[in-house]
């Protein structure tokens, strides 16, 4: 599963360890300082379309992750790898579009079970009345708790609304439903 511009694999400025997560290949760039990774990390655009300006293609959007020197890109689908290495790097910095084959994203499902679990209810009984993807001011995912402390990050998501009987909630996410708040 290599990227390609013109038929060669994308630069990074430095050369991809393939590596091989759950059966799935991974690319890990490292550089020499958290800088020159930086510096790299800020020519990939928000689409992974190019690179320093330059066009590349991938089989799929990638997912890519930054931490200290490291780069990590993923160009697959597999929700087990990327959640693998949220828990190991984070969240991503760019997230494919989600390809939904069931009725909604995964988000969803983990808004309506913590909705289900809070309320002591049978998770059929909780009806989703809409979802739109958003950009979380912090790691609290915007419902900080009383004293809680925020990273001041910008956080991928999800604001999902649900009805349970004749009563309106509000569930903050993340992109894949591993951390949920309910308003």
Sequence with gaps: MRAS??????????????????GEEVLVYEYATPEDRQ???ASISLDAATIDGTAVEWPV???????????????????????LLDG???DPILVQ??????????AVAAAIEALSQRLGSDPTS???TGFEPVEWPDACLGLPEEGEQCAQAVTPGWRIRL?????AYEAHTDLLGLRVRLK
Excluded: N
Excluded at 5 to 22: D, F, I, Q, W, Y
Excluded at 97 to 106: A, G, I, Q
């Design 5 to 22: 511009p013109a038929g060669a694999e994308p630069t990074l400025r430095v050369p991809a360890l393939p590596l091989m997560v759950g």
């Design 88 to 90: 190991l790097l984070g």
């Design 39 to 41: 510096a790299v990390s």
């Design 126 to 128: 909780i009806q989703v």
């Design 163 to 167: 009805t349970a009987g004749d009563r």
């Design 61 to 83: 959007t990638p997912t890519v992750w930054v931490s200290g020197r490291l780069i990590v890109v993923y160009p697959g689908q597999d929700g087990g790898t990327i959640l």
């Design 97 to 106: 579009s989600p390809v939904v084959d069931e009725p909604y994203p995964p």
